[in-house]
């Protein structure tokens, strides 16, 4: 049984940093390439970032890039996003997802075979 679990959200102030962990479990992790995605209230599911499985290349939203940083711990079957400098409009749950082998395509949903249930960031002005 493939899981993914989110952890490490809360409240913080703006410009603050914290670390989101997805520990995964069930799937051949070092394979599948890694994304995180949130979702504010109100809005639809928005990429933010993703790395890939084999060569390591690593892809932003432009509202992250040089903010965020994603890395993976194959050893632990994790996936890290490191969040620096945040605002409230980073406020949302953020999910991490699993995809095989990856695709051209990091920022779509659609390529995406596994989702975690979520971590909550609240940014606070």
């Known amino acids: 049984q493939v899981q993914l679990v989110e952890s490490g959200g809360g409240l913080v102030q703006a410009g603050s940093s914290l670390r989101l962990s997805c520990a995964t479990s069930?799937?051949?992790?070092?394979?599948?390439?890694m994304g995180w995605f949130r979702q504010a209230p109100g809005k639809e599911r928005e990429f933010v970032a993703a790395?890939?499985?084999?060569?390591?290349?690593?892809y932003y939203a432009d509202s992250v890039k040089g903010r965020f940083t994603i890395s993976r711990d194959n050893a632990k079957n994790t996936v890290y996003l490191h969040m620096n400098s945040l605002k409230p409009e980073d406020t949302a749950v953020y999910y991490c997802?699993?995809?095989?082998?990856?695709?051209?395509?990091?920022?779509?949903?659609?390529?995406?075979?596994?989702w975690g249930q979520g971590t909550q960031v609240t940014v606070s002005s």
């Open positions: 790395i890939a499985w084999n060569t390591g290349n690593t």
């Open positions: 069930g799937l051949a992790f070092s394979r599948y390439a």
């Open positions: 997802a699993a995809d095989l082998n990856g695709s051209d395509w990091p920022e779509r949903e659609y390529y995406y075979d596994y």
